[in-house]
């Protein structure tokens, strides 16, 4: 599978000079001339499959491809779990780029492909849990989100990071009806974007993301309810005060803020209690969910003076 190609614009003229003097420097240690700039890129698959796995990747059975990438959330194209798979076949993610602003030293337009380029890339397995009850374990492959984010030297007054998706109603079709406000947003505070878990995935299962699992590029939260994850990533914006996000608009009562997973705080209409395991039979019991989805260890500090029933 084709990832990203380079485009026919040279990379000084949309990258800043200093990480575009560091790109060259990687692909000199590629050993790809720089003539190679103008040359396609070998196929980003080829690449994913030789990607070391990071540290987060002990002892969880992954989950079939097949199941992780035909029953996805993606209220872009649809609210049906399985249409998305052909819907977002339409979308075109190269050229892709990413608007960072905001509470930023280094604001900018960047290209996805020179994002690429200036992080290393790993693969991540984590346990993902939906809020609506299911869970599935991706190996995911992306980069740190703390990583990227020091590349843009955030200000002192920078406390939340906000994401945004595209907006684009002509192929995403699902934003021609309301049933969110337009474009999805979510957001972290700054140290749970900056926790080590946290993650930007632009592949997985040793290929680059399916359109409908959020390609080019989405995040991973892995202990927060999957509607965090947003999908399709053009904006990341720092700032002072807390984001409004899409759901939170949508639905206050039901989709909180912080949205850690917690077995001990229903969703108004169901119990967070247990979760479906994602292309297991019908006769596989429920999984108990354990808090923070089981990352408690590296992210209960992040809460610890909270009273997680009022920050759900
Ligand atoms: N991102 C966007 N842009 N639009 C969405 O509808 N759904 C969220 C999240 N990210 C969503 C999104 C929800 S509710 C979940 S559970 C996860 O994506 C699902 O990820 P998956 O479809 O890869 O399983």
């Given at each position: 599978?084709?990832?990203?190609?380079?485009?026919a614009?040279?990379?000084?003229?949309?990258?800043?000079?200093?990480?575009?003097?560091n790109r060259r420097?990687?692909?000199k240690?590629?050993?790809?001339s720089?003539?190679?700039l103008?040359v396609?890129t070998p196929?980003?698959?080829?690449i994913?499959s030789?990607?070391p796995s990071?540290?987060?990747?002990?002892?969880?059975e992954?989950?079939?491809?097949?199941?992780?990438s035909n029953?996805t959330n993606?209220?872009?194209?649809?609210?049906?779990?399985q249409?998305?798979t052909?819907?977002?076949?339409?979308?075109?993610?190269d050229?892709?780029?990413?608007?960072?602003?905001g509470e930023v030293?280094?604001k900018?337009t960047?290209?996805?492909e020179?994002?690429l380029?200036?992080?290393?890339?790993?693969?991540r397995?984590?346990?993902f849990?939906c809020?609506?009850?299911?869970?599935?374990?991706?190996p995911?492959?992306?980069?740190?989100?703390?990583d990227?984010?020091?590349q843009f030297?955030?200000?002192?007054?920078?406390?939340?990071v906000?994401?945004?998706?595209?907006?684009?109603p002509e192929?995403?079709?699902?934003?021609?009806?309301?049933?969110?406000?337009?474009?999805?947003?979510?957001?972290?505070r700054?140290d749970?974007a900056m926790?080590?878990l946290?993650?930007m995935?632009?592949?997985?299962?040793?290929d680059a993301?399916p359109?409908q699992?959020?390609a080019p590029?989405?995040?991973i939260?892995?202990?927060k309810?999957?509607?965090?994850?947003?999908k399709?990533?053009?904006k990341?914006?720092?700032?002072?005060?807390m984001?409004?996000?899409?759901?939170?608009?949508m639905a206050k009562?039901?989709?909180g803020f912080?949205a850690?997973?917690n077995p001990?705080?229903?969703?108004?209409?169901?119990?967070?209690k247990?979760?479906?395991?994602?292309?297991?039979?019908?006769?596989?019991?429920?999984r108990?969910t354990?808090?923070?989805?089981g990352y408690g260890?590296?992210?209960?500090g992040?809460y610890?003076n909270?009273?997680?029933?009022?920050?759900y």
């Amino acid at each position: 599978m084709k990832f990203q190609k380079i485009p026919a614009i040279k990379s000084s003229e949309i990258t800043e000079q200093s990480i575009f003097e560091n790109r060259r420097q990687l692909i000199k240690l590629a050993m790809v001339s720089t003539v190679g700039l103008l040359v396609p890129t070998p196929s980003m698959a080829k690449i994913y499959s030789k990607i070391p796995s990071g540290k987060q990747s002990v002892n969880l059975e992954t989950t079939d491809f097949k199941d992780v990438s035909n029953y996805t959330n993606y209220y872009e194209f649809t609210t049906n779990k399985q249409d998305a798979t052909h819907l977002a076949k339409n979308l075109k993610t190269d050229p892709w780029s990413v608007t960072v602003e905001g509470e930023v030293e280094k604001k900018g337009t960047f290209f996805l492909e020179d994002i690429l380029k200036n992080n290393a890339l790993e693969e991540r397995i984590y346990r993902f849990r939906c809020v609506e009850a299911w869970s599935m374990v991706v190996p995911w492959i992306g980069f740190s989100l703390a990583d990227f984010i020091k590349q843009f030297k955030p200000t002192s007054k920078a406390k939340f990071v906000e994401f945004t998706t595209l907006y684009d109603p002509e192929i995403m079709i699902g934003q021609k009806t309301k049933v969110l406000d337009w474009p999805y947003v979510e957001a972290l505070r700054m140290d749970e974007a900056m926790n080590p878990l946290t993650f930007m995935a632009t592949g997985m299962y040793d290929d680059a993301l399916p359109n409908q699992n959020g390609a080019p590029l989405r995040l991973i939260v892995p202990w927060k309810y999957g509607f965090k994850s947003i999908k399709a990533i053009v904006k990341i914006r720092f700032t002072e005060k807390m984001p409004v996000t899409a759901w939170n608009k949508m639905a206050k009562k039901e989709y909180g803020f912080f949205a850690n997973v917690n077995p001990e705080v229903s969703h108004p209409r169901w119990s967070q209690k247990r979760e479906r395991i994602l292309g297991a039979s019908i006769f596989t019991p429920k999984r108990t969910t354990e808090m923070f989805n089981g990352y408690g260890e590296q992210v209960a500090g992040l809460y610890s003076n909270m009273d997680l029933k009022t920050f759900y």
